[in-house]
């Protein structure tokens, strides 16, 4: 078995900051993809950042350079630091993680339950 555990979201004013932290835990071989995903009501589920175990990174157009994501291999943790909010970033943000099991060696998404962020005066 696997979860991935988040922590971090709330309430935020226009401007304001936010980090949501991530990580995945259980019988683990190896993590290939990591990253975040939100969905705002009525909208579709997007990637919003994500990074590769080999530290490639990539960004939704909406929220490069605002936002900045991270990652600790070692801990099998993901990290996404996010400035300058704005009104459209408030949505459920949910961790994703392409993890390798022992249990079946074979890559299989995962998905923490999910966090909410409101950006909001």
């Known amino acids: 078995q696997v979860h991935l555990v988040e922590s971090g979201g709330g309430l935020v004013q226009p401007g304001g900051s936010l980090r949501l932290s991530c990580t995945a835990s259980g019988s683990i071989f190896s993590v290939s993809f990591m990253g975040w995903y939100r969905q705002a009501p009525g909208k579709q589920r997007e990637l919003v950042a994500g990074?590769?175990?080999?530290?490639?990174?990539n960004y939704a157009d909406s929220v490069r350079g605002r936002f900045t994501i991270s990652r600790d291999n070692a801990k099998n943790t993901v990290s996404l630091q996010m400035n300058s909010l704005k009104f459209e970033d408030t949505a459920v943000y949910y961790c994703n993680a392409k993890v390798t099991s022992y249990s079946t060696y074979i890559a299989n998404d995962y998905w923490g339950q999910g966090t909410q962020v409101t950006v909001s005066s």
């Open positions: 990074v590769t175990s080999g530290g490639r990174k």
